[in-house]
């Protein structure tokens, strides 16, 4: 069974410009969950995601977004980048809604310049 | 909210050695997982584990929810064991779920 795939696995942008990134859940896996990771705040939560439904955010501004679609691949959008944004930003999912184990893709190291 | 705590942040090891991990968490929990972060920054499964013991080959977790913490051992470390090794919580919050997790701890293992 394929893992948790994540695209583009580089980026490169500027401030002010806008990035999506995009994850693939291991199939049959229906909840996908988005993490930032920067030395400072270490990893942090983002959103959370089942059946198309944002059901948990993580102390982020508005400028983080995300969205499921019915085949359970998930999109998160940042807008206006800040430097500060530079991270890696991992994409997890999961079988079931509910206490199950999180499986973790490569990741998306995304630097703003 | 919830705290995780990991010790020791930093531990240097020669090849053959054994280690302990340890993770404090501040209050209950669904479950807890440990994961390796490769080189590349993928986060690794070890072990999904709320309570008990587990063990992998030279790796084995133990949890006890009650008193709010769990180990990870590795037995006759090798190089590769190298890198950060991550304990996190998972937490149910109304049908959803999330994982907090600490700062990590970094194993480098000398030959």
Known sequence: KAGVTQTPRYLIKTRGQQVTLSCSPISGHRSVSWYQQTPGQGLQFLFEYFSETQRNKGNFPGRFSGRQFSNSRSEMNVSTLELGDSALYLCASSPLAGGREQFFGPGTRLTVL | ?111
């Not at chain 2, 440990?34 to 992998?56: A, D, E, M, R, V």
């Not at chain 2, 709010?68 to 049908?95: K, M, N």
Request: a neutral charge.
């Open chain 2, 1 to 111: 909210g919830i705290q995780v705590e990991q010790s020791p942040p930093d531990l240097i090891l020669q090849e053959g050695a054994n280690s302990t991990l340890r993770c404090n968490f501040s209050d209950s929990v669904n479950n807890l997982q440990w994961f390796h972060q490769n080189p590349w920054g993928q986060l690794i499964n070890l072990f999904y584990i709320p309570s008990g013991t587990k063990q992998n080959g030279r790796l084995s977790a133990t949890t006890v929810a009650t008193e709010r913490y769990s180990l990870l051992y590795i037995s006759s470390s090798q190089t590769t064991d190298s890198g950060v090794y991550f304990c996190a919580v998972l937490l149910l919050q109304g049908g959803s779920e999330k994982l907090v997790f600490g700062k990590g701890m970094k194993l480098t293992v000398n030959p």
